[in-house]
């Protein structure tokens, strides 16, 4: 049952441990709690599996895991996040890799199997990519799992659902929800590496121009507080009243996305659902017009209609796809409409995943030590996973947070 | 028992009038809740008490109610808060009020004390002022109460405190807890009006200099919000570890508050709690120092410490006063340490109260009608009544969010 | 001809004392110069004819000069501008003042002559109200004057055009063009103090609303970079085409007036022109926008256009009058269209003023030592007073500017 | 004496073009120039030589002169910023190319002395690369020479001395300073670009970040704009006190920069000078720091002294070489020092280009006009071009500017 390593090339190897050597540079807390926690035993042995982007700074994870003693298997979550090197280089470092960049759909779906078929005992899920094949495919692998921890908002969302369904026979941590993670990741994170792939993409100039950012969650905030910092007028689409008019107090523009797709010349995508610009917004918008995702999956445009509606699609730029329309506009989409900052740049800033990755490393161990003792079902990280985290971080920043004295703590609980 | 109005002077009513009118003209939110709810005759005959800062905008709420059918009273919740002219054209429009500007602390006293006894049925309080005062000195009235709302963090802190002991025999809605509120009125309004007001009162140049903000909750997000839009370089302390490298995640620079006492030009406080600038901080601060409070009480600065320290007082500028200390420093407080946008300025602004106000009209309106059938203690506001508020305001504003789509819906409810 | 002093109550003058020391505290750079400068004696018996907006920062360098031995004559360069606590305490510390709050015109007007009539040897100047009335109606007086300096661009403008007709007999500084008058106060100084009071005065909310700027020089930049700041979304209008790009590249929306009348919540000028907002601007206004003027005069809006629209005028609150159109839309003109920071609120922030002061300050003592051998007519301000008052401004912030090496200093010389 | 081109490789060329098609779907101003301007005939068999960084917006320019009818030979002005596919590109569509990516020196030094051989009549110069090294070494060719155009602030600086030695023969227009240039090129375009390439880059997380600006002129400017925008923490450092208070007053932390040495996490040049990060900075620098340079040369970082001071060196990611101390701490150098935004990404945005080259276009195309007539030496670019091309971009961006009446006119230049 145990496989090899599927990887594009060996070779590679160099040049992968000199990017993971990079994020080893900026990544302090990571580093601090792999020596502090992961180090006393507990994992050693142990299964683990992950299926997150296949990039430098997951790549750092796995390292680290796997030099607290587990046995590491790594798949990517997104068919154009992988990078070859990084694998080369994981494989090197003694991790099970099942991952090439741009592979075929029956390659990506194969490598996911592979992944299940190591009978993890702590999954690393990403959009619950491994939970879910699980459940659906392998139920009979469900019970060597003790726990898995949960990456993204998207798979929170549908995790709930299958716990809502009673198909999740083991705790499931959700990551995503804490403070330390989707606070930073989620919210600068993807603005700040989405923004900044954006403009290196496409060569442009962004400072007047109209962003539309579709969803105004944590993702939009992001991208909108970016958008803003390089000299954009933002426009926010939202269907939920309340974040509306936080948008509009931000001092944003907000309209809905049909008189915005009039007036937008890049339009960013952060919902997490689906068909978000569809035909009916292609139809109005302006030649030219730059159409960017930054939310989870490739189903935030409908690409399917923009295709039927185009008389030609051909790439404009690297990363850039141009599908011109019957009446001559042409619309451009950015890395065939996936995360724009992971498919076509190094995704997230280091630091911000050295945060996010402190939580994963800290659920990983928390799995290992307390997993019998949880009840099954998704459940929020423990708060002081979240305040270990924070203090490391601002250790590590050489910043000590204010020390409330008794009379204060007291003056909180009074009311008389 | 039913006792006249106490105000300062009945003649100043046609300027109260006229600074009423003016928040009507910007508060479309709460006329229409007015029109659309109130004016269904359920606060008809109702004994409504309100202890809110009773300038314009709570006025316009008050009359309002009185519109509406109810008996209200009113009295202020802040000695400094209360203006004479808008309390005098309150009685013109049949409202009860015992409150005028900078009283003694007995008045004040008095004054609270005078609307409790009115035997209020719905209660809009601010920092649970009338609730704690009938637990603690009138448990007798505390049957007619049939619910109650409450306006401040502070407040909701105290009741929850109440809560705990079991002493809150009637509903009381956290309406400050409401979205429509918090996010909005402690975040936005709070920050946008004390900044004004602390460049009003100093006629000083806010640009290049260092503001210290005490505290990153709301409050303290919208301080250093606006404090950097007006130029200011901002540092943030904060005991909570994860909000302090959220502050630093948005540019702020981040540090304890006795290094921070070094370094600032303007501190400004927005904790909710007491002495978080004292004895401690005003040894290290620089000459010329500017001082401002816009938590809840005057209880942020250790004035004591302060006075005791100093070797003279006087008034520097109008709300300003300077402390002399023995080494020549000279420490400037606006306000006396009071709010310094409603001590020393009009308040929030009136678009943000027109939100915060429709909030607490509904409430009230809710309670009148549902109070029997609901728990007694302290509860979140029904998430209709921010819906509701949220719709209308976007109304106002000509904008429609988006609806999700059958097919969206359910995307977002699948995991397979 | 040495007449008394004209103001209104002598017995303001402690609050006027009080102001003046405020401002005393916060002009190190100006008291710097009084210091190493003014006390040279050659002030000493000059006589010195100053009208600016008095108040307590202009009061501040009268007293300087006074106290430097100069014989000072001040006037008020606009009505409302004034302020009679202030004039009573020059008085008091023996300047000679022509000024009271919201005279008659011809009250206005005498007063300028008065000081024209002490015949004054050097002038500052604003608006060249001073220097035209002497050359327009007074002649005889000229040749008194040894020479004056200029502290507006409306002045500069009306004088290079006096220039040009050969009417200057003697030198004039173009005190507004040196780089540490108008970089700091055209800019800075308006934009912070106006917005400032625009949103003291209206107690609105400028998050999220349209801020209309007419004009994109150094005013314009200001006020469209501090209603940025307080959040609101700016459009910029402006005749130079340059200047709309270099506005549209900072993110502000750019349009022609006529359109931005139709969207705008707030009209801010600053163009040092008439009448660009006139009629076919208020058609189209929405109902309750607020016109505030920044620029030189009160006469950016055409206000008498306005007036025969109307239906009715009155105060609205304090500061705002309210006209009424025929179809029922309400238009707020702040502080009768006069400059909305200083006849609203106490003017620019007090450290800009001690950069316009000490540079003022330098050209008056510049005159007094240099005229003789200064060309008549329009001048600049030599380049060390400018570098003079940079240097001092960076001792009093304790920062040390680079030093170029003499490898640097040669390498940019050389070409090779 | 006429030479074929010399590029890399000629197989490249369908990238090229690619690249500068994309280009001309973003260049509507120099696209309009070409057509309403260059059609004219003037530029017909005139030999252009145009040294600028060669990459597809270089490219773009030099293909709209070939189409007017010019002889065009370009060559690179960096060694790292020519691209080889757009050298290929452009040898197809029928210019003449000197340049290779990453030549030797002696090669770089070929290729500018073999496009000066080529007797060209119109210059288009980048840091008077062309011009210079014909006065210098083959002075029998200016005679061939109409006039030259220069590109950048430091040519300027270097032409200004050849012209005050009295060696330019021809006259030469400083395109730089056109308003149309160096107010949205060198402060938005620089800035815009080299910060997103530092992110691209590095992978790092700039918000929160201390960024040190070296230099505080229009590149400076935008440095700071864009990394504040980022979120970074803005500290300048600047010889020329004025800029240095500018820098205050817009809210930047300013000091010396020995200073700045210490607090600093990315360091960026804009300064045209050499050595402004020396040996003494790197002692005071931070682990991990970042250099990047943003000014006209490889020499604003003293890499002498740094390779002197290290222990060793090497590549610690594409594009950056990390110097490691004896005491451990590592710096990294982007781009070998070079231009970060060309030698590491695709240079400035294509719309700032695009204003950019129109002012070259219509320097080429009035020099071949006007030369004759024009005296010889440095001078301004005419008012026209300015004025015309700032038009232009209006009408594409469908914005009028205001128009000023009669009566206005009038006013602004009237003094009684």
């Given at each position: 049952?145990?496989?090899?390593?599927?990887?594009?090339?060996?070779?590679?190897?160099?040049?992968?441990?000199?990017?993971?050597?990079?994020?080893?540079?900026?990544?302090?807390?990571?580093?601090?709690?792999?020596?502090?926690?992961?180090?006393?035993?507990?994992?050693?042995?142990?299964r683990v599996a992950m299926t997150i982007h296949l990039e430098a700074k997951t790549a750092y994870l796995a390292v680290l895991l796997r030099e607290a003693g587990a046995e590491v298997t790594v798949s990517g979550s997104n068919?154009?996040?992988?990078q070859d090197a990084v694998c080369a280089a994981l494989v090197e470092r003694g991790v099970r890799v099942f991952a090439t960049h741009d592979p075929t759909p029956e390659e990506f779906e194969g490598y996911l199997m592979r992944t299940?078929?190591?009978a993890p005992e702590i999954v690393i899920d990403d959009g619950a990519e491994l939970v879910s094949r699980m459940v659906l495919h392998r139920?009979?692998?469900?019970?060597?799992?003790?726990?898995?921890?949960?990456?993204?908002?998207?798979?929170?969302?549908?995790?709930?659902?299958?716990?809502?369904?009673?198909?999740?026979?083991?705790?499931?941590?959700?990551?995503?929800?804490?403070?330390?993670?989707h606070l930073?990741?989620?919210?600068?994170?993807?603005?700040?590496?989405?923004?900044?792939?954006?403009?290196?993409?496409?060569?442009?100039?962004?400072?007047g121009k109209v962003v539309v950012v579709m969803g105004f969650g944590w993702v939009g905030r992001g991208l909108a507080r970016y958008a803003d910092g390089m000299g954009a007028r933002v426009v926010v689409c939202e269907p939920d009243?309340?974040?509306?008019?936080?948008?509009?107090?931000?001092?944003y523009e907000v309209m809905n996305s049909l008189r915005a797709a009039e007036v937008g010349d890049v339009f960013v995508t952060g919902t997490g659902n689906l068909k978000v610009l569809g035909a009916e917004?292609?139809?109005?918008?302006?030649?030219?017009?730059?159409?960017?995702?930054?939310?989870?999956?490739?189903?935030?445009?409908?690409?399917?209609?923009?295709?039927?509606?185009?008389?030609?699609?051909?790439?404009a730029r690297a990363n850039i796809t141009e599908y011109e329309l019957p009446d001559g506009r042409r619309l451009h989409v950015l890395a065939q409409g996936r995360l724009v900052n992971i498919a076509a740049a190094d995704g997230h800033p280091v630091e911000i995943m050295d945060l996010t990755f402190a939580v994963q490393a800290l659920c990983a161990h928390?799995?290992?030590?307390?997993?019998?003792?949880?009840?099954?079902?998704?459940?929020?990280?423990?708060?002081?996973?979240?305040?270990?985290?924070?203090r490391i971080k601002l250790d590590t920043m050489g910043v000590e947070p204010e020390r409330l004295t008794e009379e204060q703590l007291r003056y909180l609980r009074s009311w008389r």
């Open positions: 049952m145990i496989r090899e390593s599927i990887i594009k090339d060996a070779a590679l190897a160099p040049e992968g441990h000199r990017k993971i050597e990079w994020v080893a540079q900026h990544a302090p807390v990571l580093r601090a709690i792999a020596e502090r926690r992961l180090s006393d035993g507990s994992l050693r042995g142990r068919p154009l996040s992988t299940i078929e190591t139920p009979e692998l469900l019970q060597s799992v003790v726990g898995a921890s949960e990456e993204t908002t998207t798979g929170v969302i549908k995790l709930r659902a299958m716990d809502e369904e009673g198909v999740l026979p083991f705790p499931v941590l959700a990551a995503n929800d804490a403070r330390m993670k930073f990741d989620n919210r600068y994170g993807t603005g700040h590496s989405s923004i900044a792939s954006i403009v290196s993409n496409t060569n442009l100039f962004l400072s009243p309340v974040k509306l008019i936080e948008a509009h107090a931000e001092g917004h292609f139809e109005r918008m302006k030649d030219g017009a730059i159409l960017a995702n930054a939310g989870h999956y490739d189903h935030e445009f409908d690409l399917a209609a923009l295709r039927e509606m185009a008389v030609s699609e051909r790439e928390h799995l290992a030590n307390h997993a019998a003792s949880m009840r099954p079902g998704l459940q929020p990280v423990p708060r002081e996973i979240d305040e270990l985290v924070a």
